[in-house]
């Protein structure tokens, strides 16, 4: 599906660039934000002979709004797009994390993914979203 998308359309150009609110959002609370996506969106590209996480939610999105609304395939497709982009926007606070303890010379063995992902509860309240908008 994706070889026939208009990437001449804004909005399909936007989503492609992981530009979905979410995200968006994400990259605002984050204090290394727009350097996490940047870092992430760059390693999703050098891997993207297996998959491209950002067309793969993209993907869904077209499925998505292809369905019909409140049937069973609709939900399952919603499903999985949102799993999609929460794995995207978990490998960009997990660069975020990196990028905080380089900044605080703090070395990887002396820190905590979980207790900070703890502290920074408005994290998982960006990330908890269910949509692909």
């Not at 959002?25 to 993207?48: C, F, M, P, W, Y």
């Not at 793969?56 to 797009?81: N, P």
Request: net charge positive; aromatic share 10%; charged share 30%.
């Amino acid at each position: 599906m994706l070889d026939k998308i208009d990437f001449d359309v804004p909005e399909a150009t936007q989503y492609l660039n992981g530009e979905y609110k979410t995200i968006l959002q994400l990259v605002t609370v984050l204090s290394h934000g727009k350097q996490a996506k940047r870092l992430t969106d760059k390693a999703i590209n050098h891997q993207e002979c297996v998959q491209n996480l950002r067309k793969a939610v993209y993907d869904f999105k077209i499925k998505i709004e292809a369905s019909e609304r409140g049937s069973a395939k609709y939900k399952m497709l919603l499903h999985q797009g949102v799993n999609y982009l929460y794995r995207y926007g978990a490998m960009i606070v997990l660069a975020n994390f990196l990028l905080e303890i380089k900044d605080q010379n703090v070395s990887l063995r002396e820190s905590d993914f979980p207790k900070w992902l703890e502290q920074h509860r408005e994290i998982s309240s960006v990330l908890s979203r269910k949509t692909l908008d």
